[in-house]
C-alpha cells in the first residue's frame, strides 16, 4: 500500500528555517509531479510548492525567494526548504504526490497526513 509520511515541523522564530520532508512508500511503478500544500484552519488548502518528474519548479507568490521545493528520485521523497519564515506561514503543511502503484493502470494522488508549521516568537 503506498503511503506518503512527512516530517520536519514544528516550531521556529521569525526569519529563521525549517526543511520539511515527505517520503513514499510502498509498491510504486512510478511518480509524476510533487508538491507541497498548507492549511489554515478555517481557510482552503493553497499549493505552496510543486515539483514534475523532470525537476520543473513553481512556487506561490508569497514563498517566491523564501522556498525552495527539491526532490531525490532514488529515495522517493521531495522536501521543503523554507527560510525567512514568517508568522503567516503558519499552517499545516500537507505532501502531495502523483503516484503510479505498482499493478494499476494509472496515475492517482496521494496525500500525506499534514506536519503542523509554527512560526512565533
Known amino acids: 500500500q503506498v503511503q506518503l509520511v512527512e516530517s520536519g515541523g514544528g516550531l521556529v522564530q521569525p526569519g529563521g528555517s525549517l526543511r520539511l520532508s515527505c517520503a513514499a512508500s510502498g509498491s510504486i511503478f512510478s511518480i509524476n509531479a510533487m508538491g507541497w500544500y498548507r492549511q489554515v484552519a478555517g481557510k482552503q488548502r493553497e499549493l505552496v510548492a510543486r515539483i514534475t518528474s523532470g525537476g520543473s519548479t513553481n512556487y506561490a507568490d508569497s514563498v517566491k525567494d523564501r522556498f525552495t521545493i527539491s526532490r531525490d528520485n ?8 523554507m527560510n525567512s519564515l514568517k508568522p503567516e506561514d503558519t499552517a ?30
Not at 532514488?74 to 526548504?81: E, P, S
Not at 502531495?96 to 503542523?116: E, L, V
Open 92 to 121: 499545516v503543511y500537507y505532501c502531495k504526490a502523483g503516484i503510479w502503484p505498482s499493478g494499476y493502470y494509472a496515475y492517482r494522488d496521494y496525500w500525506g497526513q499534514g506536519t503542523q508549521v509554527t512560526v512565533s516568537s
Open 74 to 81: 532514488a529515495k522517493n521523497t521531495v522536501y521543503l526548504q
